[in-house]
């Protein structure tokens, strides 16, 4: 208990960070204080509140916030990264005008050029200057040798006041200065500046967030991989696995979505069906009518399912049986002989490595699942995250097919996925063992995906 308060009192404060952050670059930096800053302030809480308020509702059936809460969780994130990156460009004008400023402050005015015949000294044995006339032109001494004094007004006239100078843009203040006291450059450039990069990080974002609604939301990608393995026989060469993860049934996708996936899969007429991990946000009663289709899946030797971590969210043991009712075998550390062909492949399954400690179902065993097996045969292990694959190449796993990171689904998100798995996207291998990561068909959270399409693969399996 102590360390999920910890862990939702850490989400709170970088989220409450975050629009804090935004608030400054986009509201503080580019308005005057007044009713118009004020306002940004209400709707930066607002925004803020509205973040863990749709991850907690949506989890309690208030689907209704899905949309907005999400959309502004991906407009956050660009809007974020965005103006991170032109800190630097924005801090190099910044430096340059303010050494323009100094510069032109060193400089100092260009002196008045002296008229012919002024006088600009007293008379010798005179401490007082010689004063100059109202009309600026020089006055002959008296006999006194006192200085003239200034005729007309000039004389009772006070000296302008200049206290307005220094603040052009009538902003509430004194300009920006640096350590020695020198004033920054011109407030109003700093405005124009300020706002020329909130107007460019506003529209980008905005532009990205509805290109990555449209690959979202749209039909998945469908990905053909041709994967050698030195043990399949030459009987079974071309054997095809049509490979989905990541459905995620939930607040923002529905039957609809499942009908697609199951009608793009069963035109591919593929040998076999695996489902890795991650088909729904959800309990059965909540999405057991979207998950129906399932059962219209179509191969040659059957389909197969193994757990994601998010089943583990939304009930496993009932959608194990479930998933099981619509017709897929569910693989829990165990595997399945697939003869085809006149050949043999072993195909294992490990349930998702979230299962441990939860209580709700057995942890990932690749012993159950590996071990006793003909090493001569080919071994092809679902596993639903690629991490797996560090302990799958333990038991001389020849290809692991998994899901879980979704490619990324947000760039540049990929990158920091890329710190907890060995692949994020695509063929790669981990010590030894051969991994394939697809995309996932559906998405997480924000109903966004950019750089990382939705992917249905169709895997081909070839002999040596």
């Known amino acids: ?43 930066a809480i607002l925004l803020a509140l509205l973040v863990p308020a749709t991850m907690a509702g ?3 059936g208030f689907y209704w916030l899905a949309w907005p809460g999400y959309l502004w969780l991906a407009l956050m994130f660009y809007l974020l990264v965005l103006l991170l990156v032109l800190e630097v460009p924005t801090a190099v004008v910044r430096l340059v005008l303010r050494r323009r400023a100094r510069t032109a402050t060193a400089a100092g005015p260009e002196p008045e050029p002296a008229l012919a015949g002024a006088s600009t000294s007293a008379r010798p044995g005179d401490a007082r200057p010689t ?8 006055t002959a001494l008296t006999g ?3 200085p003239t004094a200034l005729t007309g007004d000039a004389a009772d006239s006070p000296p302008p006041d200049h206290s307005d100078d220094a603040n052009p843009t009538g902003d509430a203040g004194d300009p920006p200065t640096d350590a020695a006291g020198t004033p920054d450059h011109d407030p109003s450039r700093r405005l124009l500046l300020a706002r020329g990069a909130a107007i460019f990080a506003g529209l980008t974002a905005a532009g990205v967030t509805g290109y990555g609604v449209r690959t979202a939301m749209g039909p998945p990608r ?86 994601g971590n998010h089943e583990y969210y939304s009930g496993v043991e009932e959608w194990v049986r479930e998933v099981d009712r619509l017709g ?30 939860t209580g709700l179902a057995a942890p990932a065993d690749y012993a159950a699942a590996l071990a006793d ?87 081909e399996l070839r002999s040596p």
């Open 1 to 43: 208990m102590l360390a999920m308060a910890t862990f939702v009192g850490f989400v709170v404060l970088v989220i409450g960070l975050i629009h804090f952050y935004l608030w400054k670059r986009l509201v503080r930096d580019t308005t005057r204080p007044g009713r118009g800053r004020r306002a940004g302030a209400v709707v």
């Open 58 to 60: 949506t989890q309690n």
């Open 131 to 138: 004063a100059l006339t109202g009309d600026a032109r020089p």
């Open 144 to 146: 006194d040798a006192r």
């Open 222 to 307: 469908l990905d053909r991989v041709r994967i050698p393995l030195a043990k399949l026989p030459r009987s079974m060469d071309g054997l095809r696995i049509a490979t989905v993860s990541d459905i995620h049934l939930g607040p923002l996708r529905g039957r609809a979505h499942t009908e697609r996936i199951v009608a793009m899969i069963n035109r591919l007429d593929a040998d076999l069906v695996a489902v890795v991990g991650d088909l729904v946000d959800g309990s059965v009663a909540e999405l057991g009518t979207a998950a129906e289709p399932l059962r219209d899946l179509r191969s040659r030797y059957g389909s197969f399912f193994v757990t």
């Open 328 to 357: 897929l075998r569910v693989l829990q550390n165990e595997r399945q002989e697939i003869r085809a062909r006149g050949g043999v492949l072993d195909l294992a399954g490990v349930n998702d490595v979230t299962a441990a400690g």
């Open 373 to 459: 097996r003909d090493p001569s045969r080919p071994v092809v292990l679902l596993a639903h995250q690629p991490v797996a694959a560090h302990e799958a190449a333990k038991f001389g796993v020849d290809l692991q097919l998994s899901g879980h990171t979704h490619g990324g689904q947000m760039v540049p998100f990929n990158l920091a996925v890329k710190l907890q798995q060995p692949v994020v996207s695509g063929l790669g291998e981990v010590d030894g063992t051969k991994v394939y990561v697809t995309n996932g068909a559906g998405f997480w959270g924000p109903p966004v995906r950019v750089g990382a399409p939705p992917q249905v693969t169709l895997v």
